[in-house]
C-alpha cells in the first residue's frame, strides 16, 4: 500500500517510456560536447522533435525521449537527463523571458553534408597529403555522416544534392598550396599536382586555376542559392583571392609554365569576393603565404604572440534577435584558445563592411572568425589548421578527439555543422 501511494505522489513527475525529452546540457557539466552535436543529428535522423536552446546552459540540446537515444548518450559517454514534458516547457517559457538573452530554435531536417576534398582523403580526415582535416574529423568523431566529393562532382552541379559543404584545407589559386619551396620533390607532393592536371584536362581547363575557378564560381551559386559553406585555413582567403583574380594570372611560371600577368595585382577585383577586400599578393612565389590578408609571422606588420598568450574571444549576440551569428557562436566558455595555421587570422583591414566578426584577438587588430550573407545562402571562415594542435606541421599525426571531448575549437566547427537545421524555420519568420 506503501508502495503505491508514493507511486502515485510520484508518477507526474516520472517521464514515460518514450514520454518527455533527454536534455543534454553543454555547459560545462557536459561530459562529451562534441558527441552531443552527433546525438541532436540522430535525434533528427529519427524524425524526433528536437531543440537547440541557445545560450541555456552554453546551447543545450533536447529532444524526444526514446529508449535509442538514452542508449546511445550511454554508449557515446554524453551526459544526459530525461526531463518531464512540463519541466521542459517551464525551461522554454525562461528561455521566452524577454530579460533573458536565450531562444528556443527547433530544429528541423538532419542536413545533408559534404566536404570538398581529393579523392584520397577518406580515412579520419588523412590524405597522401601530410596533414588532415580538423572538420573530417570532428564529423567523425561526432558520429555525422557525411559525402566526399572534389572538383568532378561540384562541375557536374551535384552541390545541389547537399545543404552544407565543407571546404578542405585547399588552394584555389591554382599554386599547389606554395608547397614548391619546401616539397617540390616530395612524392605526395607530385602526386596531388598530377592529380589536379589530369582533372583540368579532362573538364576541358588548360591550367589548374581556370579549374579551381571554375569551382569556386560554382561553389559560389551554391551558396547565393541557399546553400552554407564552411571553410577553414588556406580555403579561405585563396577562395576569395581566386574570385578577385578571374580576369588576371597570379600564377608564376613555376606552377602553370607562363609567367604572370604584368599588372595582376591592379586588376583584382574585388566586387567579385565574399569576404575580403584591397588585398596584396605575396609577390614571390616561392613564399609560403597567399596575401596580406592573413595574420603572419611573414607578411607586415609581422603576427608575434606567445603560444600561451594566443586566444580569440567570442561576441555575445541577442540570441532572439540575432539568431545565425548566435548559432554559430554557441559554446561554454567566450574565450577559446587560439591555433595557427597556412592562413591564421584575417587582418581587419581586409574584410568588406558586411562581414560580421564572430570571434577576435582585438590587440592584434584580427578577426579569427567571420560570417557573411551571399544571395540566400550563407558563409563561414574560421582561421587556423586544428583548434587542439596549436602549429600542427605537416607530417604530423591527426589530433585524436578522444582527448579532447570538450574541445571549444572544435565546437565551433559543429556548430556549423547543424546551423542548416535551424535556418529554415528562421527564414520563415
Known amino acids: 500500500m506503501r508502495f503505491w501511494l508514493i507511486f502515485m505522489v510520484l508518477a507526474p513527475f516520472m517521464p514515460l517510456k518514450g514520454q518527455g525529452y533527454i536534455f543534454l546540457p553543454m555547459d560545462e557539466t557536459q561530459t562529451n560536447h562534441l558527441k552531443a552535436y552527433g546525438l541532436a543529428y540522430k535525434a533528427l535522423e529519427l524524425n524526433q522533435e528536437v531543440w537547440w536552446l541557445l545560450n541555456y546552459k552554453g546551447g543545450s540540446f533536447a529532444f524526444s525521449n526514446s529508449p535509442e537515444l538514452l542508449k546511445e548518450c550511454k554508449i557515446r559517454d554524453v551526459r544526459s537527463e530525461v526531463i518531464p514534458s512540463g519541466k521542459f516547457e517551464q525551461i522554454k517559457a525562461f528561455i521566452a523571458d524577454p530579460e533573458q538573452n536565450m531562444d528556443a530554435l527547433k530544429l528541423e531536417v ?10 584520397e582523403n577518406h580515412q579520419l580526415g588523412r590524405t597522401t597529403q601530410p596533414w588532415d582535416d580538423a572538420v573530417m574529423l570532428a564529423l567523425t568523431y561526432a558520429e555525422i555522416p557525411y559525402t566526399t566529393i572534389y572538383d568532378d562532382e561540384v562541375l557536374k552541379g551535384e552541390l545541389s544534392k547537399y545543404d552544407w559543404l565543407h571546404l578542405h584545407h585547399e588552394d584555389f589559386t591554382g599554386q599547389y598550396g606554395r608547397f614548391y619551396s619546401s616539397y617540390r620533390g616530395a612524392a605526395w607532393y607530385k602526386a596531388h599536382v ?29 551558396v547565393a542559392g541557399g546553400g552554407f559553406m564552411f571553410a577553414m585555413c588556406s580555403a579561405t582567403d585563396t577562395y576569395d583571392i581566386a574570385l578577385a583574380a578571374q580576369n588576371t594570372d597570379i600564377c608564376d611560371a613555376i606552377y602553370d609554365g607562363d609567367p604572370v600577368a604584368a599588372n595582376y595585382q591592379s586588376a583584382l577585383d574585388f566586387s567579385q569576393t565574399l569576404a575580403f577586400k584591397n588585398f596584396r599578393l605575396v609577390e614571390n612565389p616561392t613564399t609560403y603565404e597567399f596575401s596580406d590578408i592573413d595574420a603572419s609571422p611573414t607578411t607586415p606588420p609581422a603576427r608575434n604572440v606567445q603560444e600561451d598568450q594566443d586566444f580569440f574571444t567570442l561576441f555575445d549576440f541577442s540570441a532572439k534577435y540575432d539568431p545565425v551569428p548566435s548559432i554559430l557562436t554557441q559554446c561554454h566558455t567566450k574565450t577559446v584558445k587560439a591555433f595557427m595555421g597556412q592562413t591564421t587570422a584575417f587582418r581587419k583591414k581586409s574584410l568588406k563592411a558586411s562581414v560580421l566578426t564572430l570571434g577576435e584577438n582585438k ?4 578577426s579569427r572568425y567571420i560570417h557573411g550573407i551571399f544571395g540566400n545562402g550563407f558563409w563561414s571562415f574560421y582561421g587556423g589548421h586544428d583548434p587542439e594542435d596549436y602549429r600542427h606541421l605537416v607530417e604530423d599525426p591527426p589530433t585524436d578527439l578522444k582527448l579532447h571531448p570538450n574541445s571549444p575549437g572544435y565546437r565551433l566547427i559543429l556548430n556549423n555543422v547543424l546551423f542548416p537545421a535551424a535556418k529554415k524555420k528562421k527564414q520563415k519568420t
Open 110 to 119: 538532419a542536413p545533408r553534408v559534404a566536404v570538398y576534398t581529393p579523392k
Open 194 to 222: 598530377a592529380e589536379l592536371e589530369g582533372i583540368a584536362k579532362r573538364n576541358g581547363f588548360a591550367k589548374v586555376s581556370e579549374l579551381k575557378l571554375s569551382v569556386c564560381l560554382k561553389i559560389r551559386e551554391f
Open 363 to 366: 590587440a592584434l587588430d584580427e
